[in-house]
């Protein structure tokens, strides 16, 4: 028995949702009496895991894997899981790990609940609080299986230190890479993206048009943030629907999210309700969002915006 | 080629979301429910296949006969034939279980699911019908192409996408992206007129047993007021002193 997770890495260095992932395996570890083992795929440096509790990495080290295979990564997390003996399996909620999720789970025969919030509120029976109707509910749900698969919802649980004595060691799996293959990958390696940002500026109708768009810019910029907008603005192609947020967009669980002219539809609300702190600035004060925010201005974003990026690039010179 | 498109049916978009029965029930009253909007990206990117591919749309539903009237929306943008499999939709592996039956017994060469349904966002049932069947696998699908048995599909992925080459039989997750929101189908007349003479299947389901279940809902905790201030060096300092978020 012990609890697996898989820590997720780009270009050999582990993402912080892998540390995040780790820590909350820890928590489930110590709630059962066991310890946590990860599997990391072409990853970091095994022994930073150890910081957030893990005792032993598995490396996967396969040139095979070096693109994201769905089928081979869940073989892979499949293949750890049953050699350690696991009984709850860690994953994310990112990309990739929402794509593999589901093949783990039927491979191990397990009960998976994605975007939990939550350590475990029991652990027999195993009952877990994960966010359901795109963040407007939560349901406590409970497994029944014996593997139990997780899938930790993004900012939920956070970075949790817990120094542990880690051993690294090889682990060689059957990989089978057939059936889908990369053909190219099309991704700004200069930009923060939505899934990982911990401040995202969001534009919405009322900025007139993508011309304007240097506001959200310039202020992303400033807070190193990722860009984002509304579906009114996606639909009209101002912006490239990667950005759009929402129910039927990608959901924002960033500790920071401001939103310039946007009214908040509850669609909207939905989908970055997770995020921890929501500032808005619109020039209708009976806009929804003011509703749902934690600070807001009235006025102009045309005036406010660039007024706000000016003070933060002050702000961050002072602090610096 | 023949394909199944997955229907799930769920509140609308702007429902407010309650529950009864000491909260462990979704509370449907007033509540209006629609085809899942990922499985509509999905079903109308199917009608393209049906128009400048022949391809054979079938819809399918697992859930009571309350569902019908929105598998009878999928009859009427123009799918062939309708199955619904009469048993409560428990959770995401049972529902894929059934599904996969269905699939397997159709033998469909492709199967659109959409990328998680806006009420559970499981995420999950797409991922577990191919793992069941056998099929190939694209999840976050925002552009499929078929030529005979090979497939060219995009994948959205953090901060971009990535172009996939596949083949059939397969299965996608579909979402927003695989068409555009302005090409989505409004039935007209003569298309209700038609759904309601097209088959809608009734399919006894096969033994699937849940491997989850809800046993309580909640709703999150009331937010206080906004604090409205009316100048930009408020605002960074309430970020930094009270919000401690920069």
Known sequence: MSVLVYTESE???????????????????????????????NGGDSSELGTYGASKVLEVNNDALAT????????????????????????????????????????LEAGYVPNATALPASSAPFTVKHSVY?????????????????????????????????????????VNTGGVEVVSVDKATDKVTIADAEVVVSGGRGLKGPENWHLIEDLATT???????????????????SEHVGQTGKPVASTLYIAIGISGAIQHLAGINSSKVKVVINNDPEAPFFK????????????????????????????? | MKILVCISHVPDTTSKINFTEGDTKFDTNGVQFVINPNDEFGLTRAMWFKEKQGATVHVVNVGGAETEPTLRKALAIGADEAIRVNTPATDGFSVAKQLANVAKEGAYDIVIAGRESIDYNGGMVGGMV????????????????????????????????????????????????LVEESDLRIPNMRGIMQARSKPLHIKEPVDAAAETQTVQFEKPAPKGAVKLVDNVDDLVNLLHNEAKVI
């Not at chain 1, 201005?297 to 610096?320: R, S």
């Open chain 1, 134 to 174: 795109t963040n407007k509910a939560f349901s406590m749900t409970e497994i029944n299986t014996g593997v139990k698969v997780i899938g930790l919802a993004k900012n939920a649980y956070g970075v949790k230190e817990n120094e542990t004595a880690v051993s690294a060691e090889g682990f060689a799996p059957t």
């Open chain 2, 130 to 177: 191919a793992k069941l069947t056998g099929a190939n696998f694209v999840n976050t699908c925002i552009s499929l192409e078929v030529e005979g048995t090979n497939a060219m599909a995009v994948r959205e992925i953090d901060g971009g996408k990535e172009t996939l080459k596949t083949s059939l039989p397969l299965v996608i997750g579909g979402q927003k992206g």
């Open chain 1, 68 to 107: 994201f295979n769905a089928n081979a990564y869940a073989d892979v997390v499949a293949e750890a899981a049953k050699t350690e003996n696991a009984s709850v399996v860690v994953l994310t909620s990112s990309a990739d790990s929402k794509f593999m999720a589901p093949l783990v789970a039927v491979n």
């Open chain 1, 223 to 241: 807070l190193g943030a990722a860009t984002a907008c509304s579906k009114p603005v996606s639909d009209m192609g101002w912006r490239p629907h």
């Open chain 1, 11 to 41: 270009n050999g260095t582990f993402k912080k949702i892998a540390h995040e992932a780790v820590s909350y395996a820890k928590g489930i570890a110590d709630m059962m009496g066991t310890t946590v083992t990860a599997v990391a795929i």
């Open chain 1, 292 to 320: 749902a925010a934690d600070y807001g201005i009235v006025g102009d974003a045309f005036e406010v915006v660039p007024q706000l990026t000016e003070k933060l690039k002050a702000f961050k010179a002072q602090n610096a």
